[in-house]
């Protein structure tokens, strides 16, 4: 079963960047669709970003334009660059598969953006 270990969290000022990974062992990702989702208080989880195994990528209207997603396969890892950071970007970022959750849920990394 494959593990998601996210990391890269932390508090930035409006603004700011982050650059998030997720890590996936135990298994084989390659094939799969990954999404970087996003859980605020208070609010259902939401898809932000995803990449094809091809690298075809889609992106939420709130961060197209200042998110961009990347993988590479032979790290089992997946990365989400977030620039011009807004308030509303506040929350915990997961990864897992689209369009199904496959995957166990990870921890998740705190992502805090202070106005």
């Known amino acids: 079963q494959v593990q998601l270990v996210e990391s890269g969290g932390g508090l930035v000022q409006a603004g700011g960047s982050l650059r998030l990974s997720c890590a996936a062992s135990?298994?084989?990702?390659?094939?799969?669709?990954m999404g970087w989702y996003r859980q605020a208080p208070g609010k259902q989880r939401e898809v932000v970003a995803s990449?094809?195994?091809?690298?075809?990528?889609n992106y939420a209207n709130s961060v197209k334009g200042r998110f961009t997603i990347s993988r590479e396969n032979a790290k089992g890892t997946v990365y989400l660059q977030m620039d011009s950071l807004k308030p509303e970007d506040a929350a915990v970022y997961y990864c897992?598969?689209?369009?199904?959750?496959?995957?166990?849920w990870g921890q998740g990394t705190q992502v805090t953006v202070s106005s």
């Open positions: 135990g298994g084989d990702f390659r094939f799969n669709t």
């Open positions: 897992n598969t689209l369009p199904v959750v496959i995957y166990n």
């Open positions: 990449i094809t195994s091809g690298g075809g990528t």
